[in-house]
């Protein structure tokens, strides 16, 4: 499983800083986040939750999930076949059934989008999609060296104007890739016979 170290590394040879010279792990850490936050966006985690509900009540607090985007479907009670998938409403961190049975303190499930992560122990995202990760990371890391603003990096005018256009070449793939990656989501939420 890819670590964050692993990501590191792949982005430090992009940048032909493979001694980490020039990027404290700080500012590679921040720029992987910022391309997983958009790359989940176009190309989520997918998970199947299990939450017990209240007795006596719809609300259902979505605040211990961590990285939720979206809640996709709601089942209640969980478990039946075929399941039982509820009308719900999201605000901020609550979840509202809006029909079916009161809930009496049984097991929910919910069908998430979540955003990627990684850390040390390895990463969520799958190896299919690491690459788009470390293009948009890469992309990121170059235009904050383009922009004079990383720290202990003295720059001259033909450095600088590398990395801007490092930044701009890789920024532009990165978008393009996660639109591809957005089209490919829509298209698998279709139901058969809808076009």
């Given at each position: 499983m890819t670590t964050l170290a692993d990501f590191r590394e792949r982005m430090r040879i992009d940048l032909q800083d493979p001694a980490g010279e020039r990027w404290a792990d700080e500012a590679l850490d921040r720029h992987l986040g910022r391309a997983l936050a958009e790359l989940s966006r176009a190309a989520?985690?997918?998970?199947?939750?299990?939450?017990?509900?209240?007795?006596?009540?719809?609300e259902l607090s979505?605040?211990?999930?961590?990285g939720l985007l979206?809640?996709?479907r709601a089942e209640y009670p969980a478990g039946l076949e075929p399941p039982a998938f509820r009308s719900f409403a999201v605000f901020g961190s609550l979840l509202r059934f809006e029909d079916g049975p009161l809930p009496d303190g049984?097991?929910?499930?919910?069908?998430?989008?979540?955003?990627?992560?990684?850390?040390?122990?390895g990463s969520t995202l799958p190896a299919a999609l690491e690459d788009i990760a470390v293009l948009g990371a890469t992309a990121f890391a170059a235009a904050e060296a383009a922009s004079g603003t990383l720290e202990r990096l003295t720059l001259n005018a033909g450095t600088a104007a590398a990395y801007a256009a490092m930044a701009r070449e890789r920024e532009t793939a990165f978008r393009q890739l996660l639109r591809e990656l957005g089209g490919r989501g829509r298209l698998r939420a279709r139901r058969a016979g809808t076009g």
């Open positions: 989520p985690r997918e998970a199947r939750l299990t939450m017990a509900t209240a007795p006596g009540s719809r979505l605040a211990g999930i961590p979206e809640v996709a049984s097991d929910c499930r919910l069908w998430c989008r979540l955003l990627h992560a990684a850390d040390e122990s």
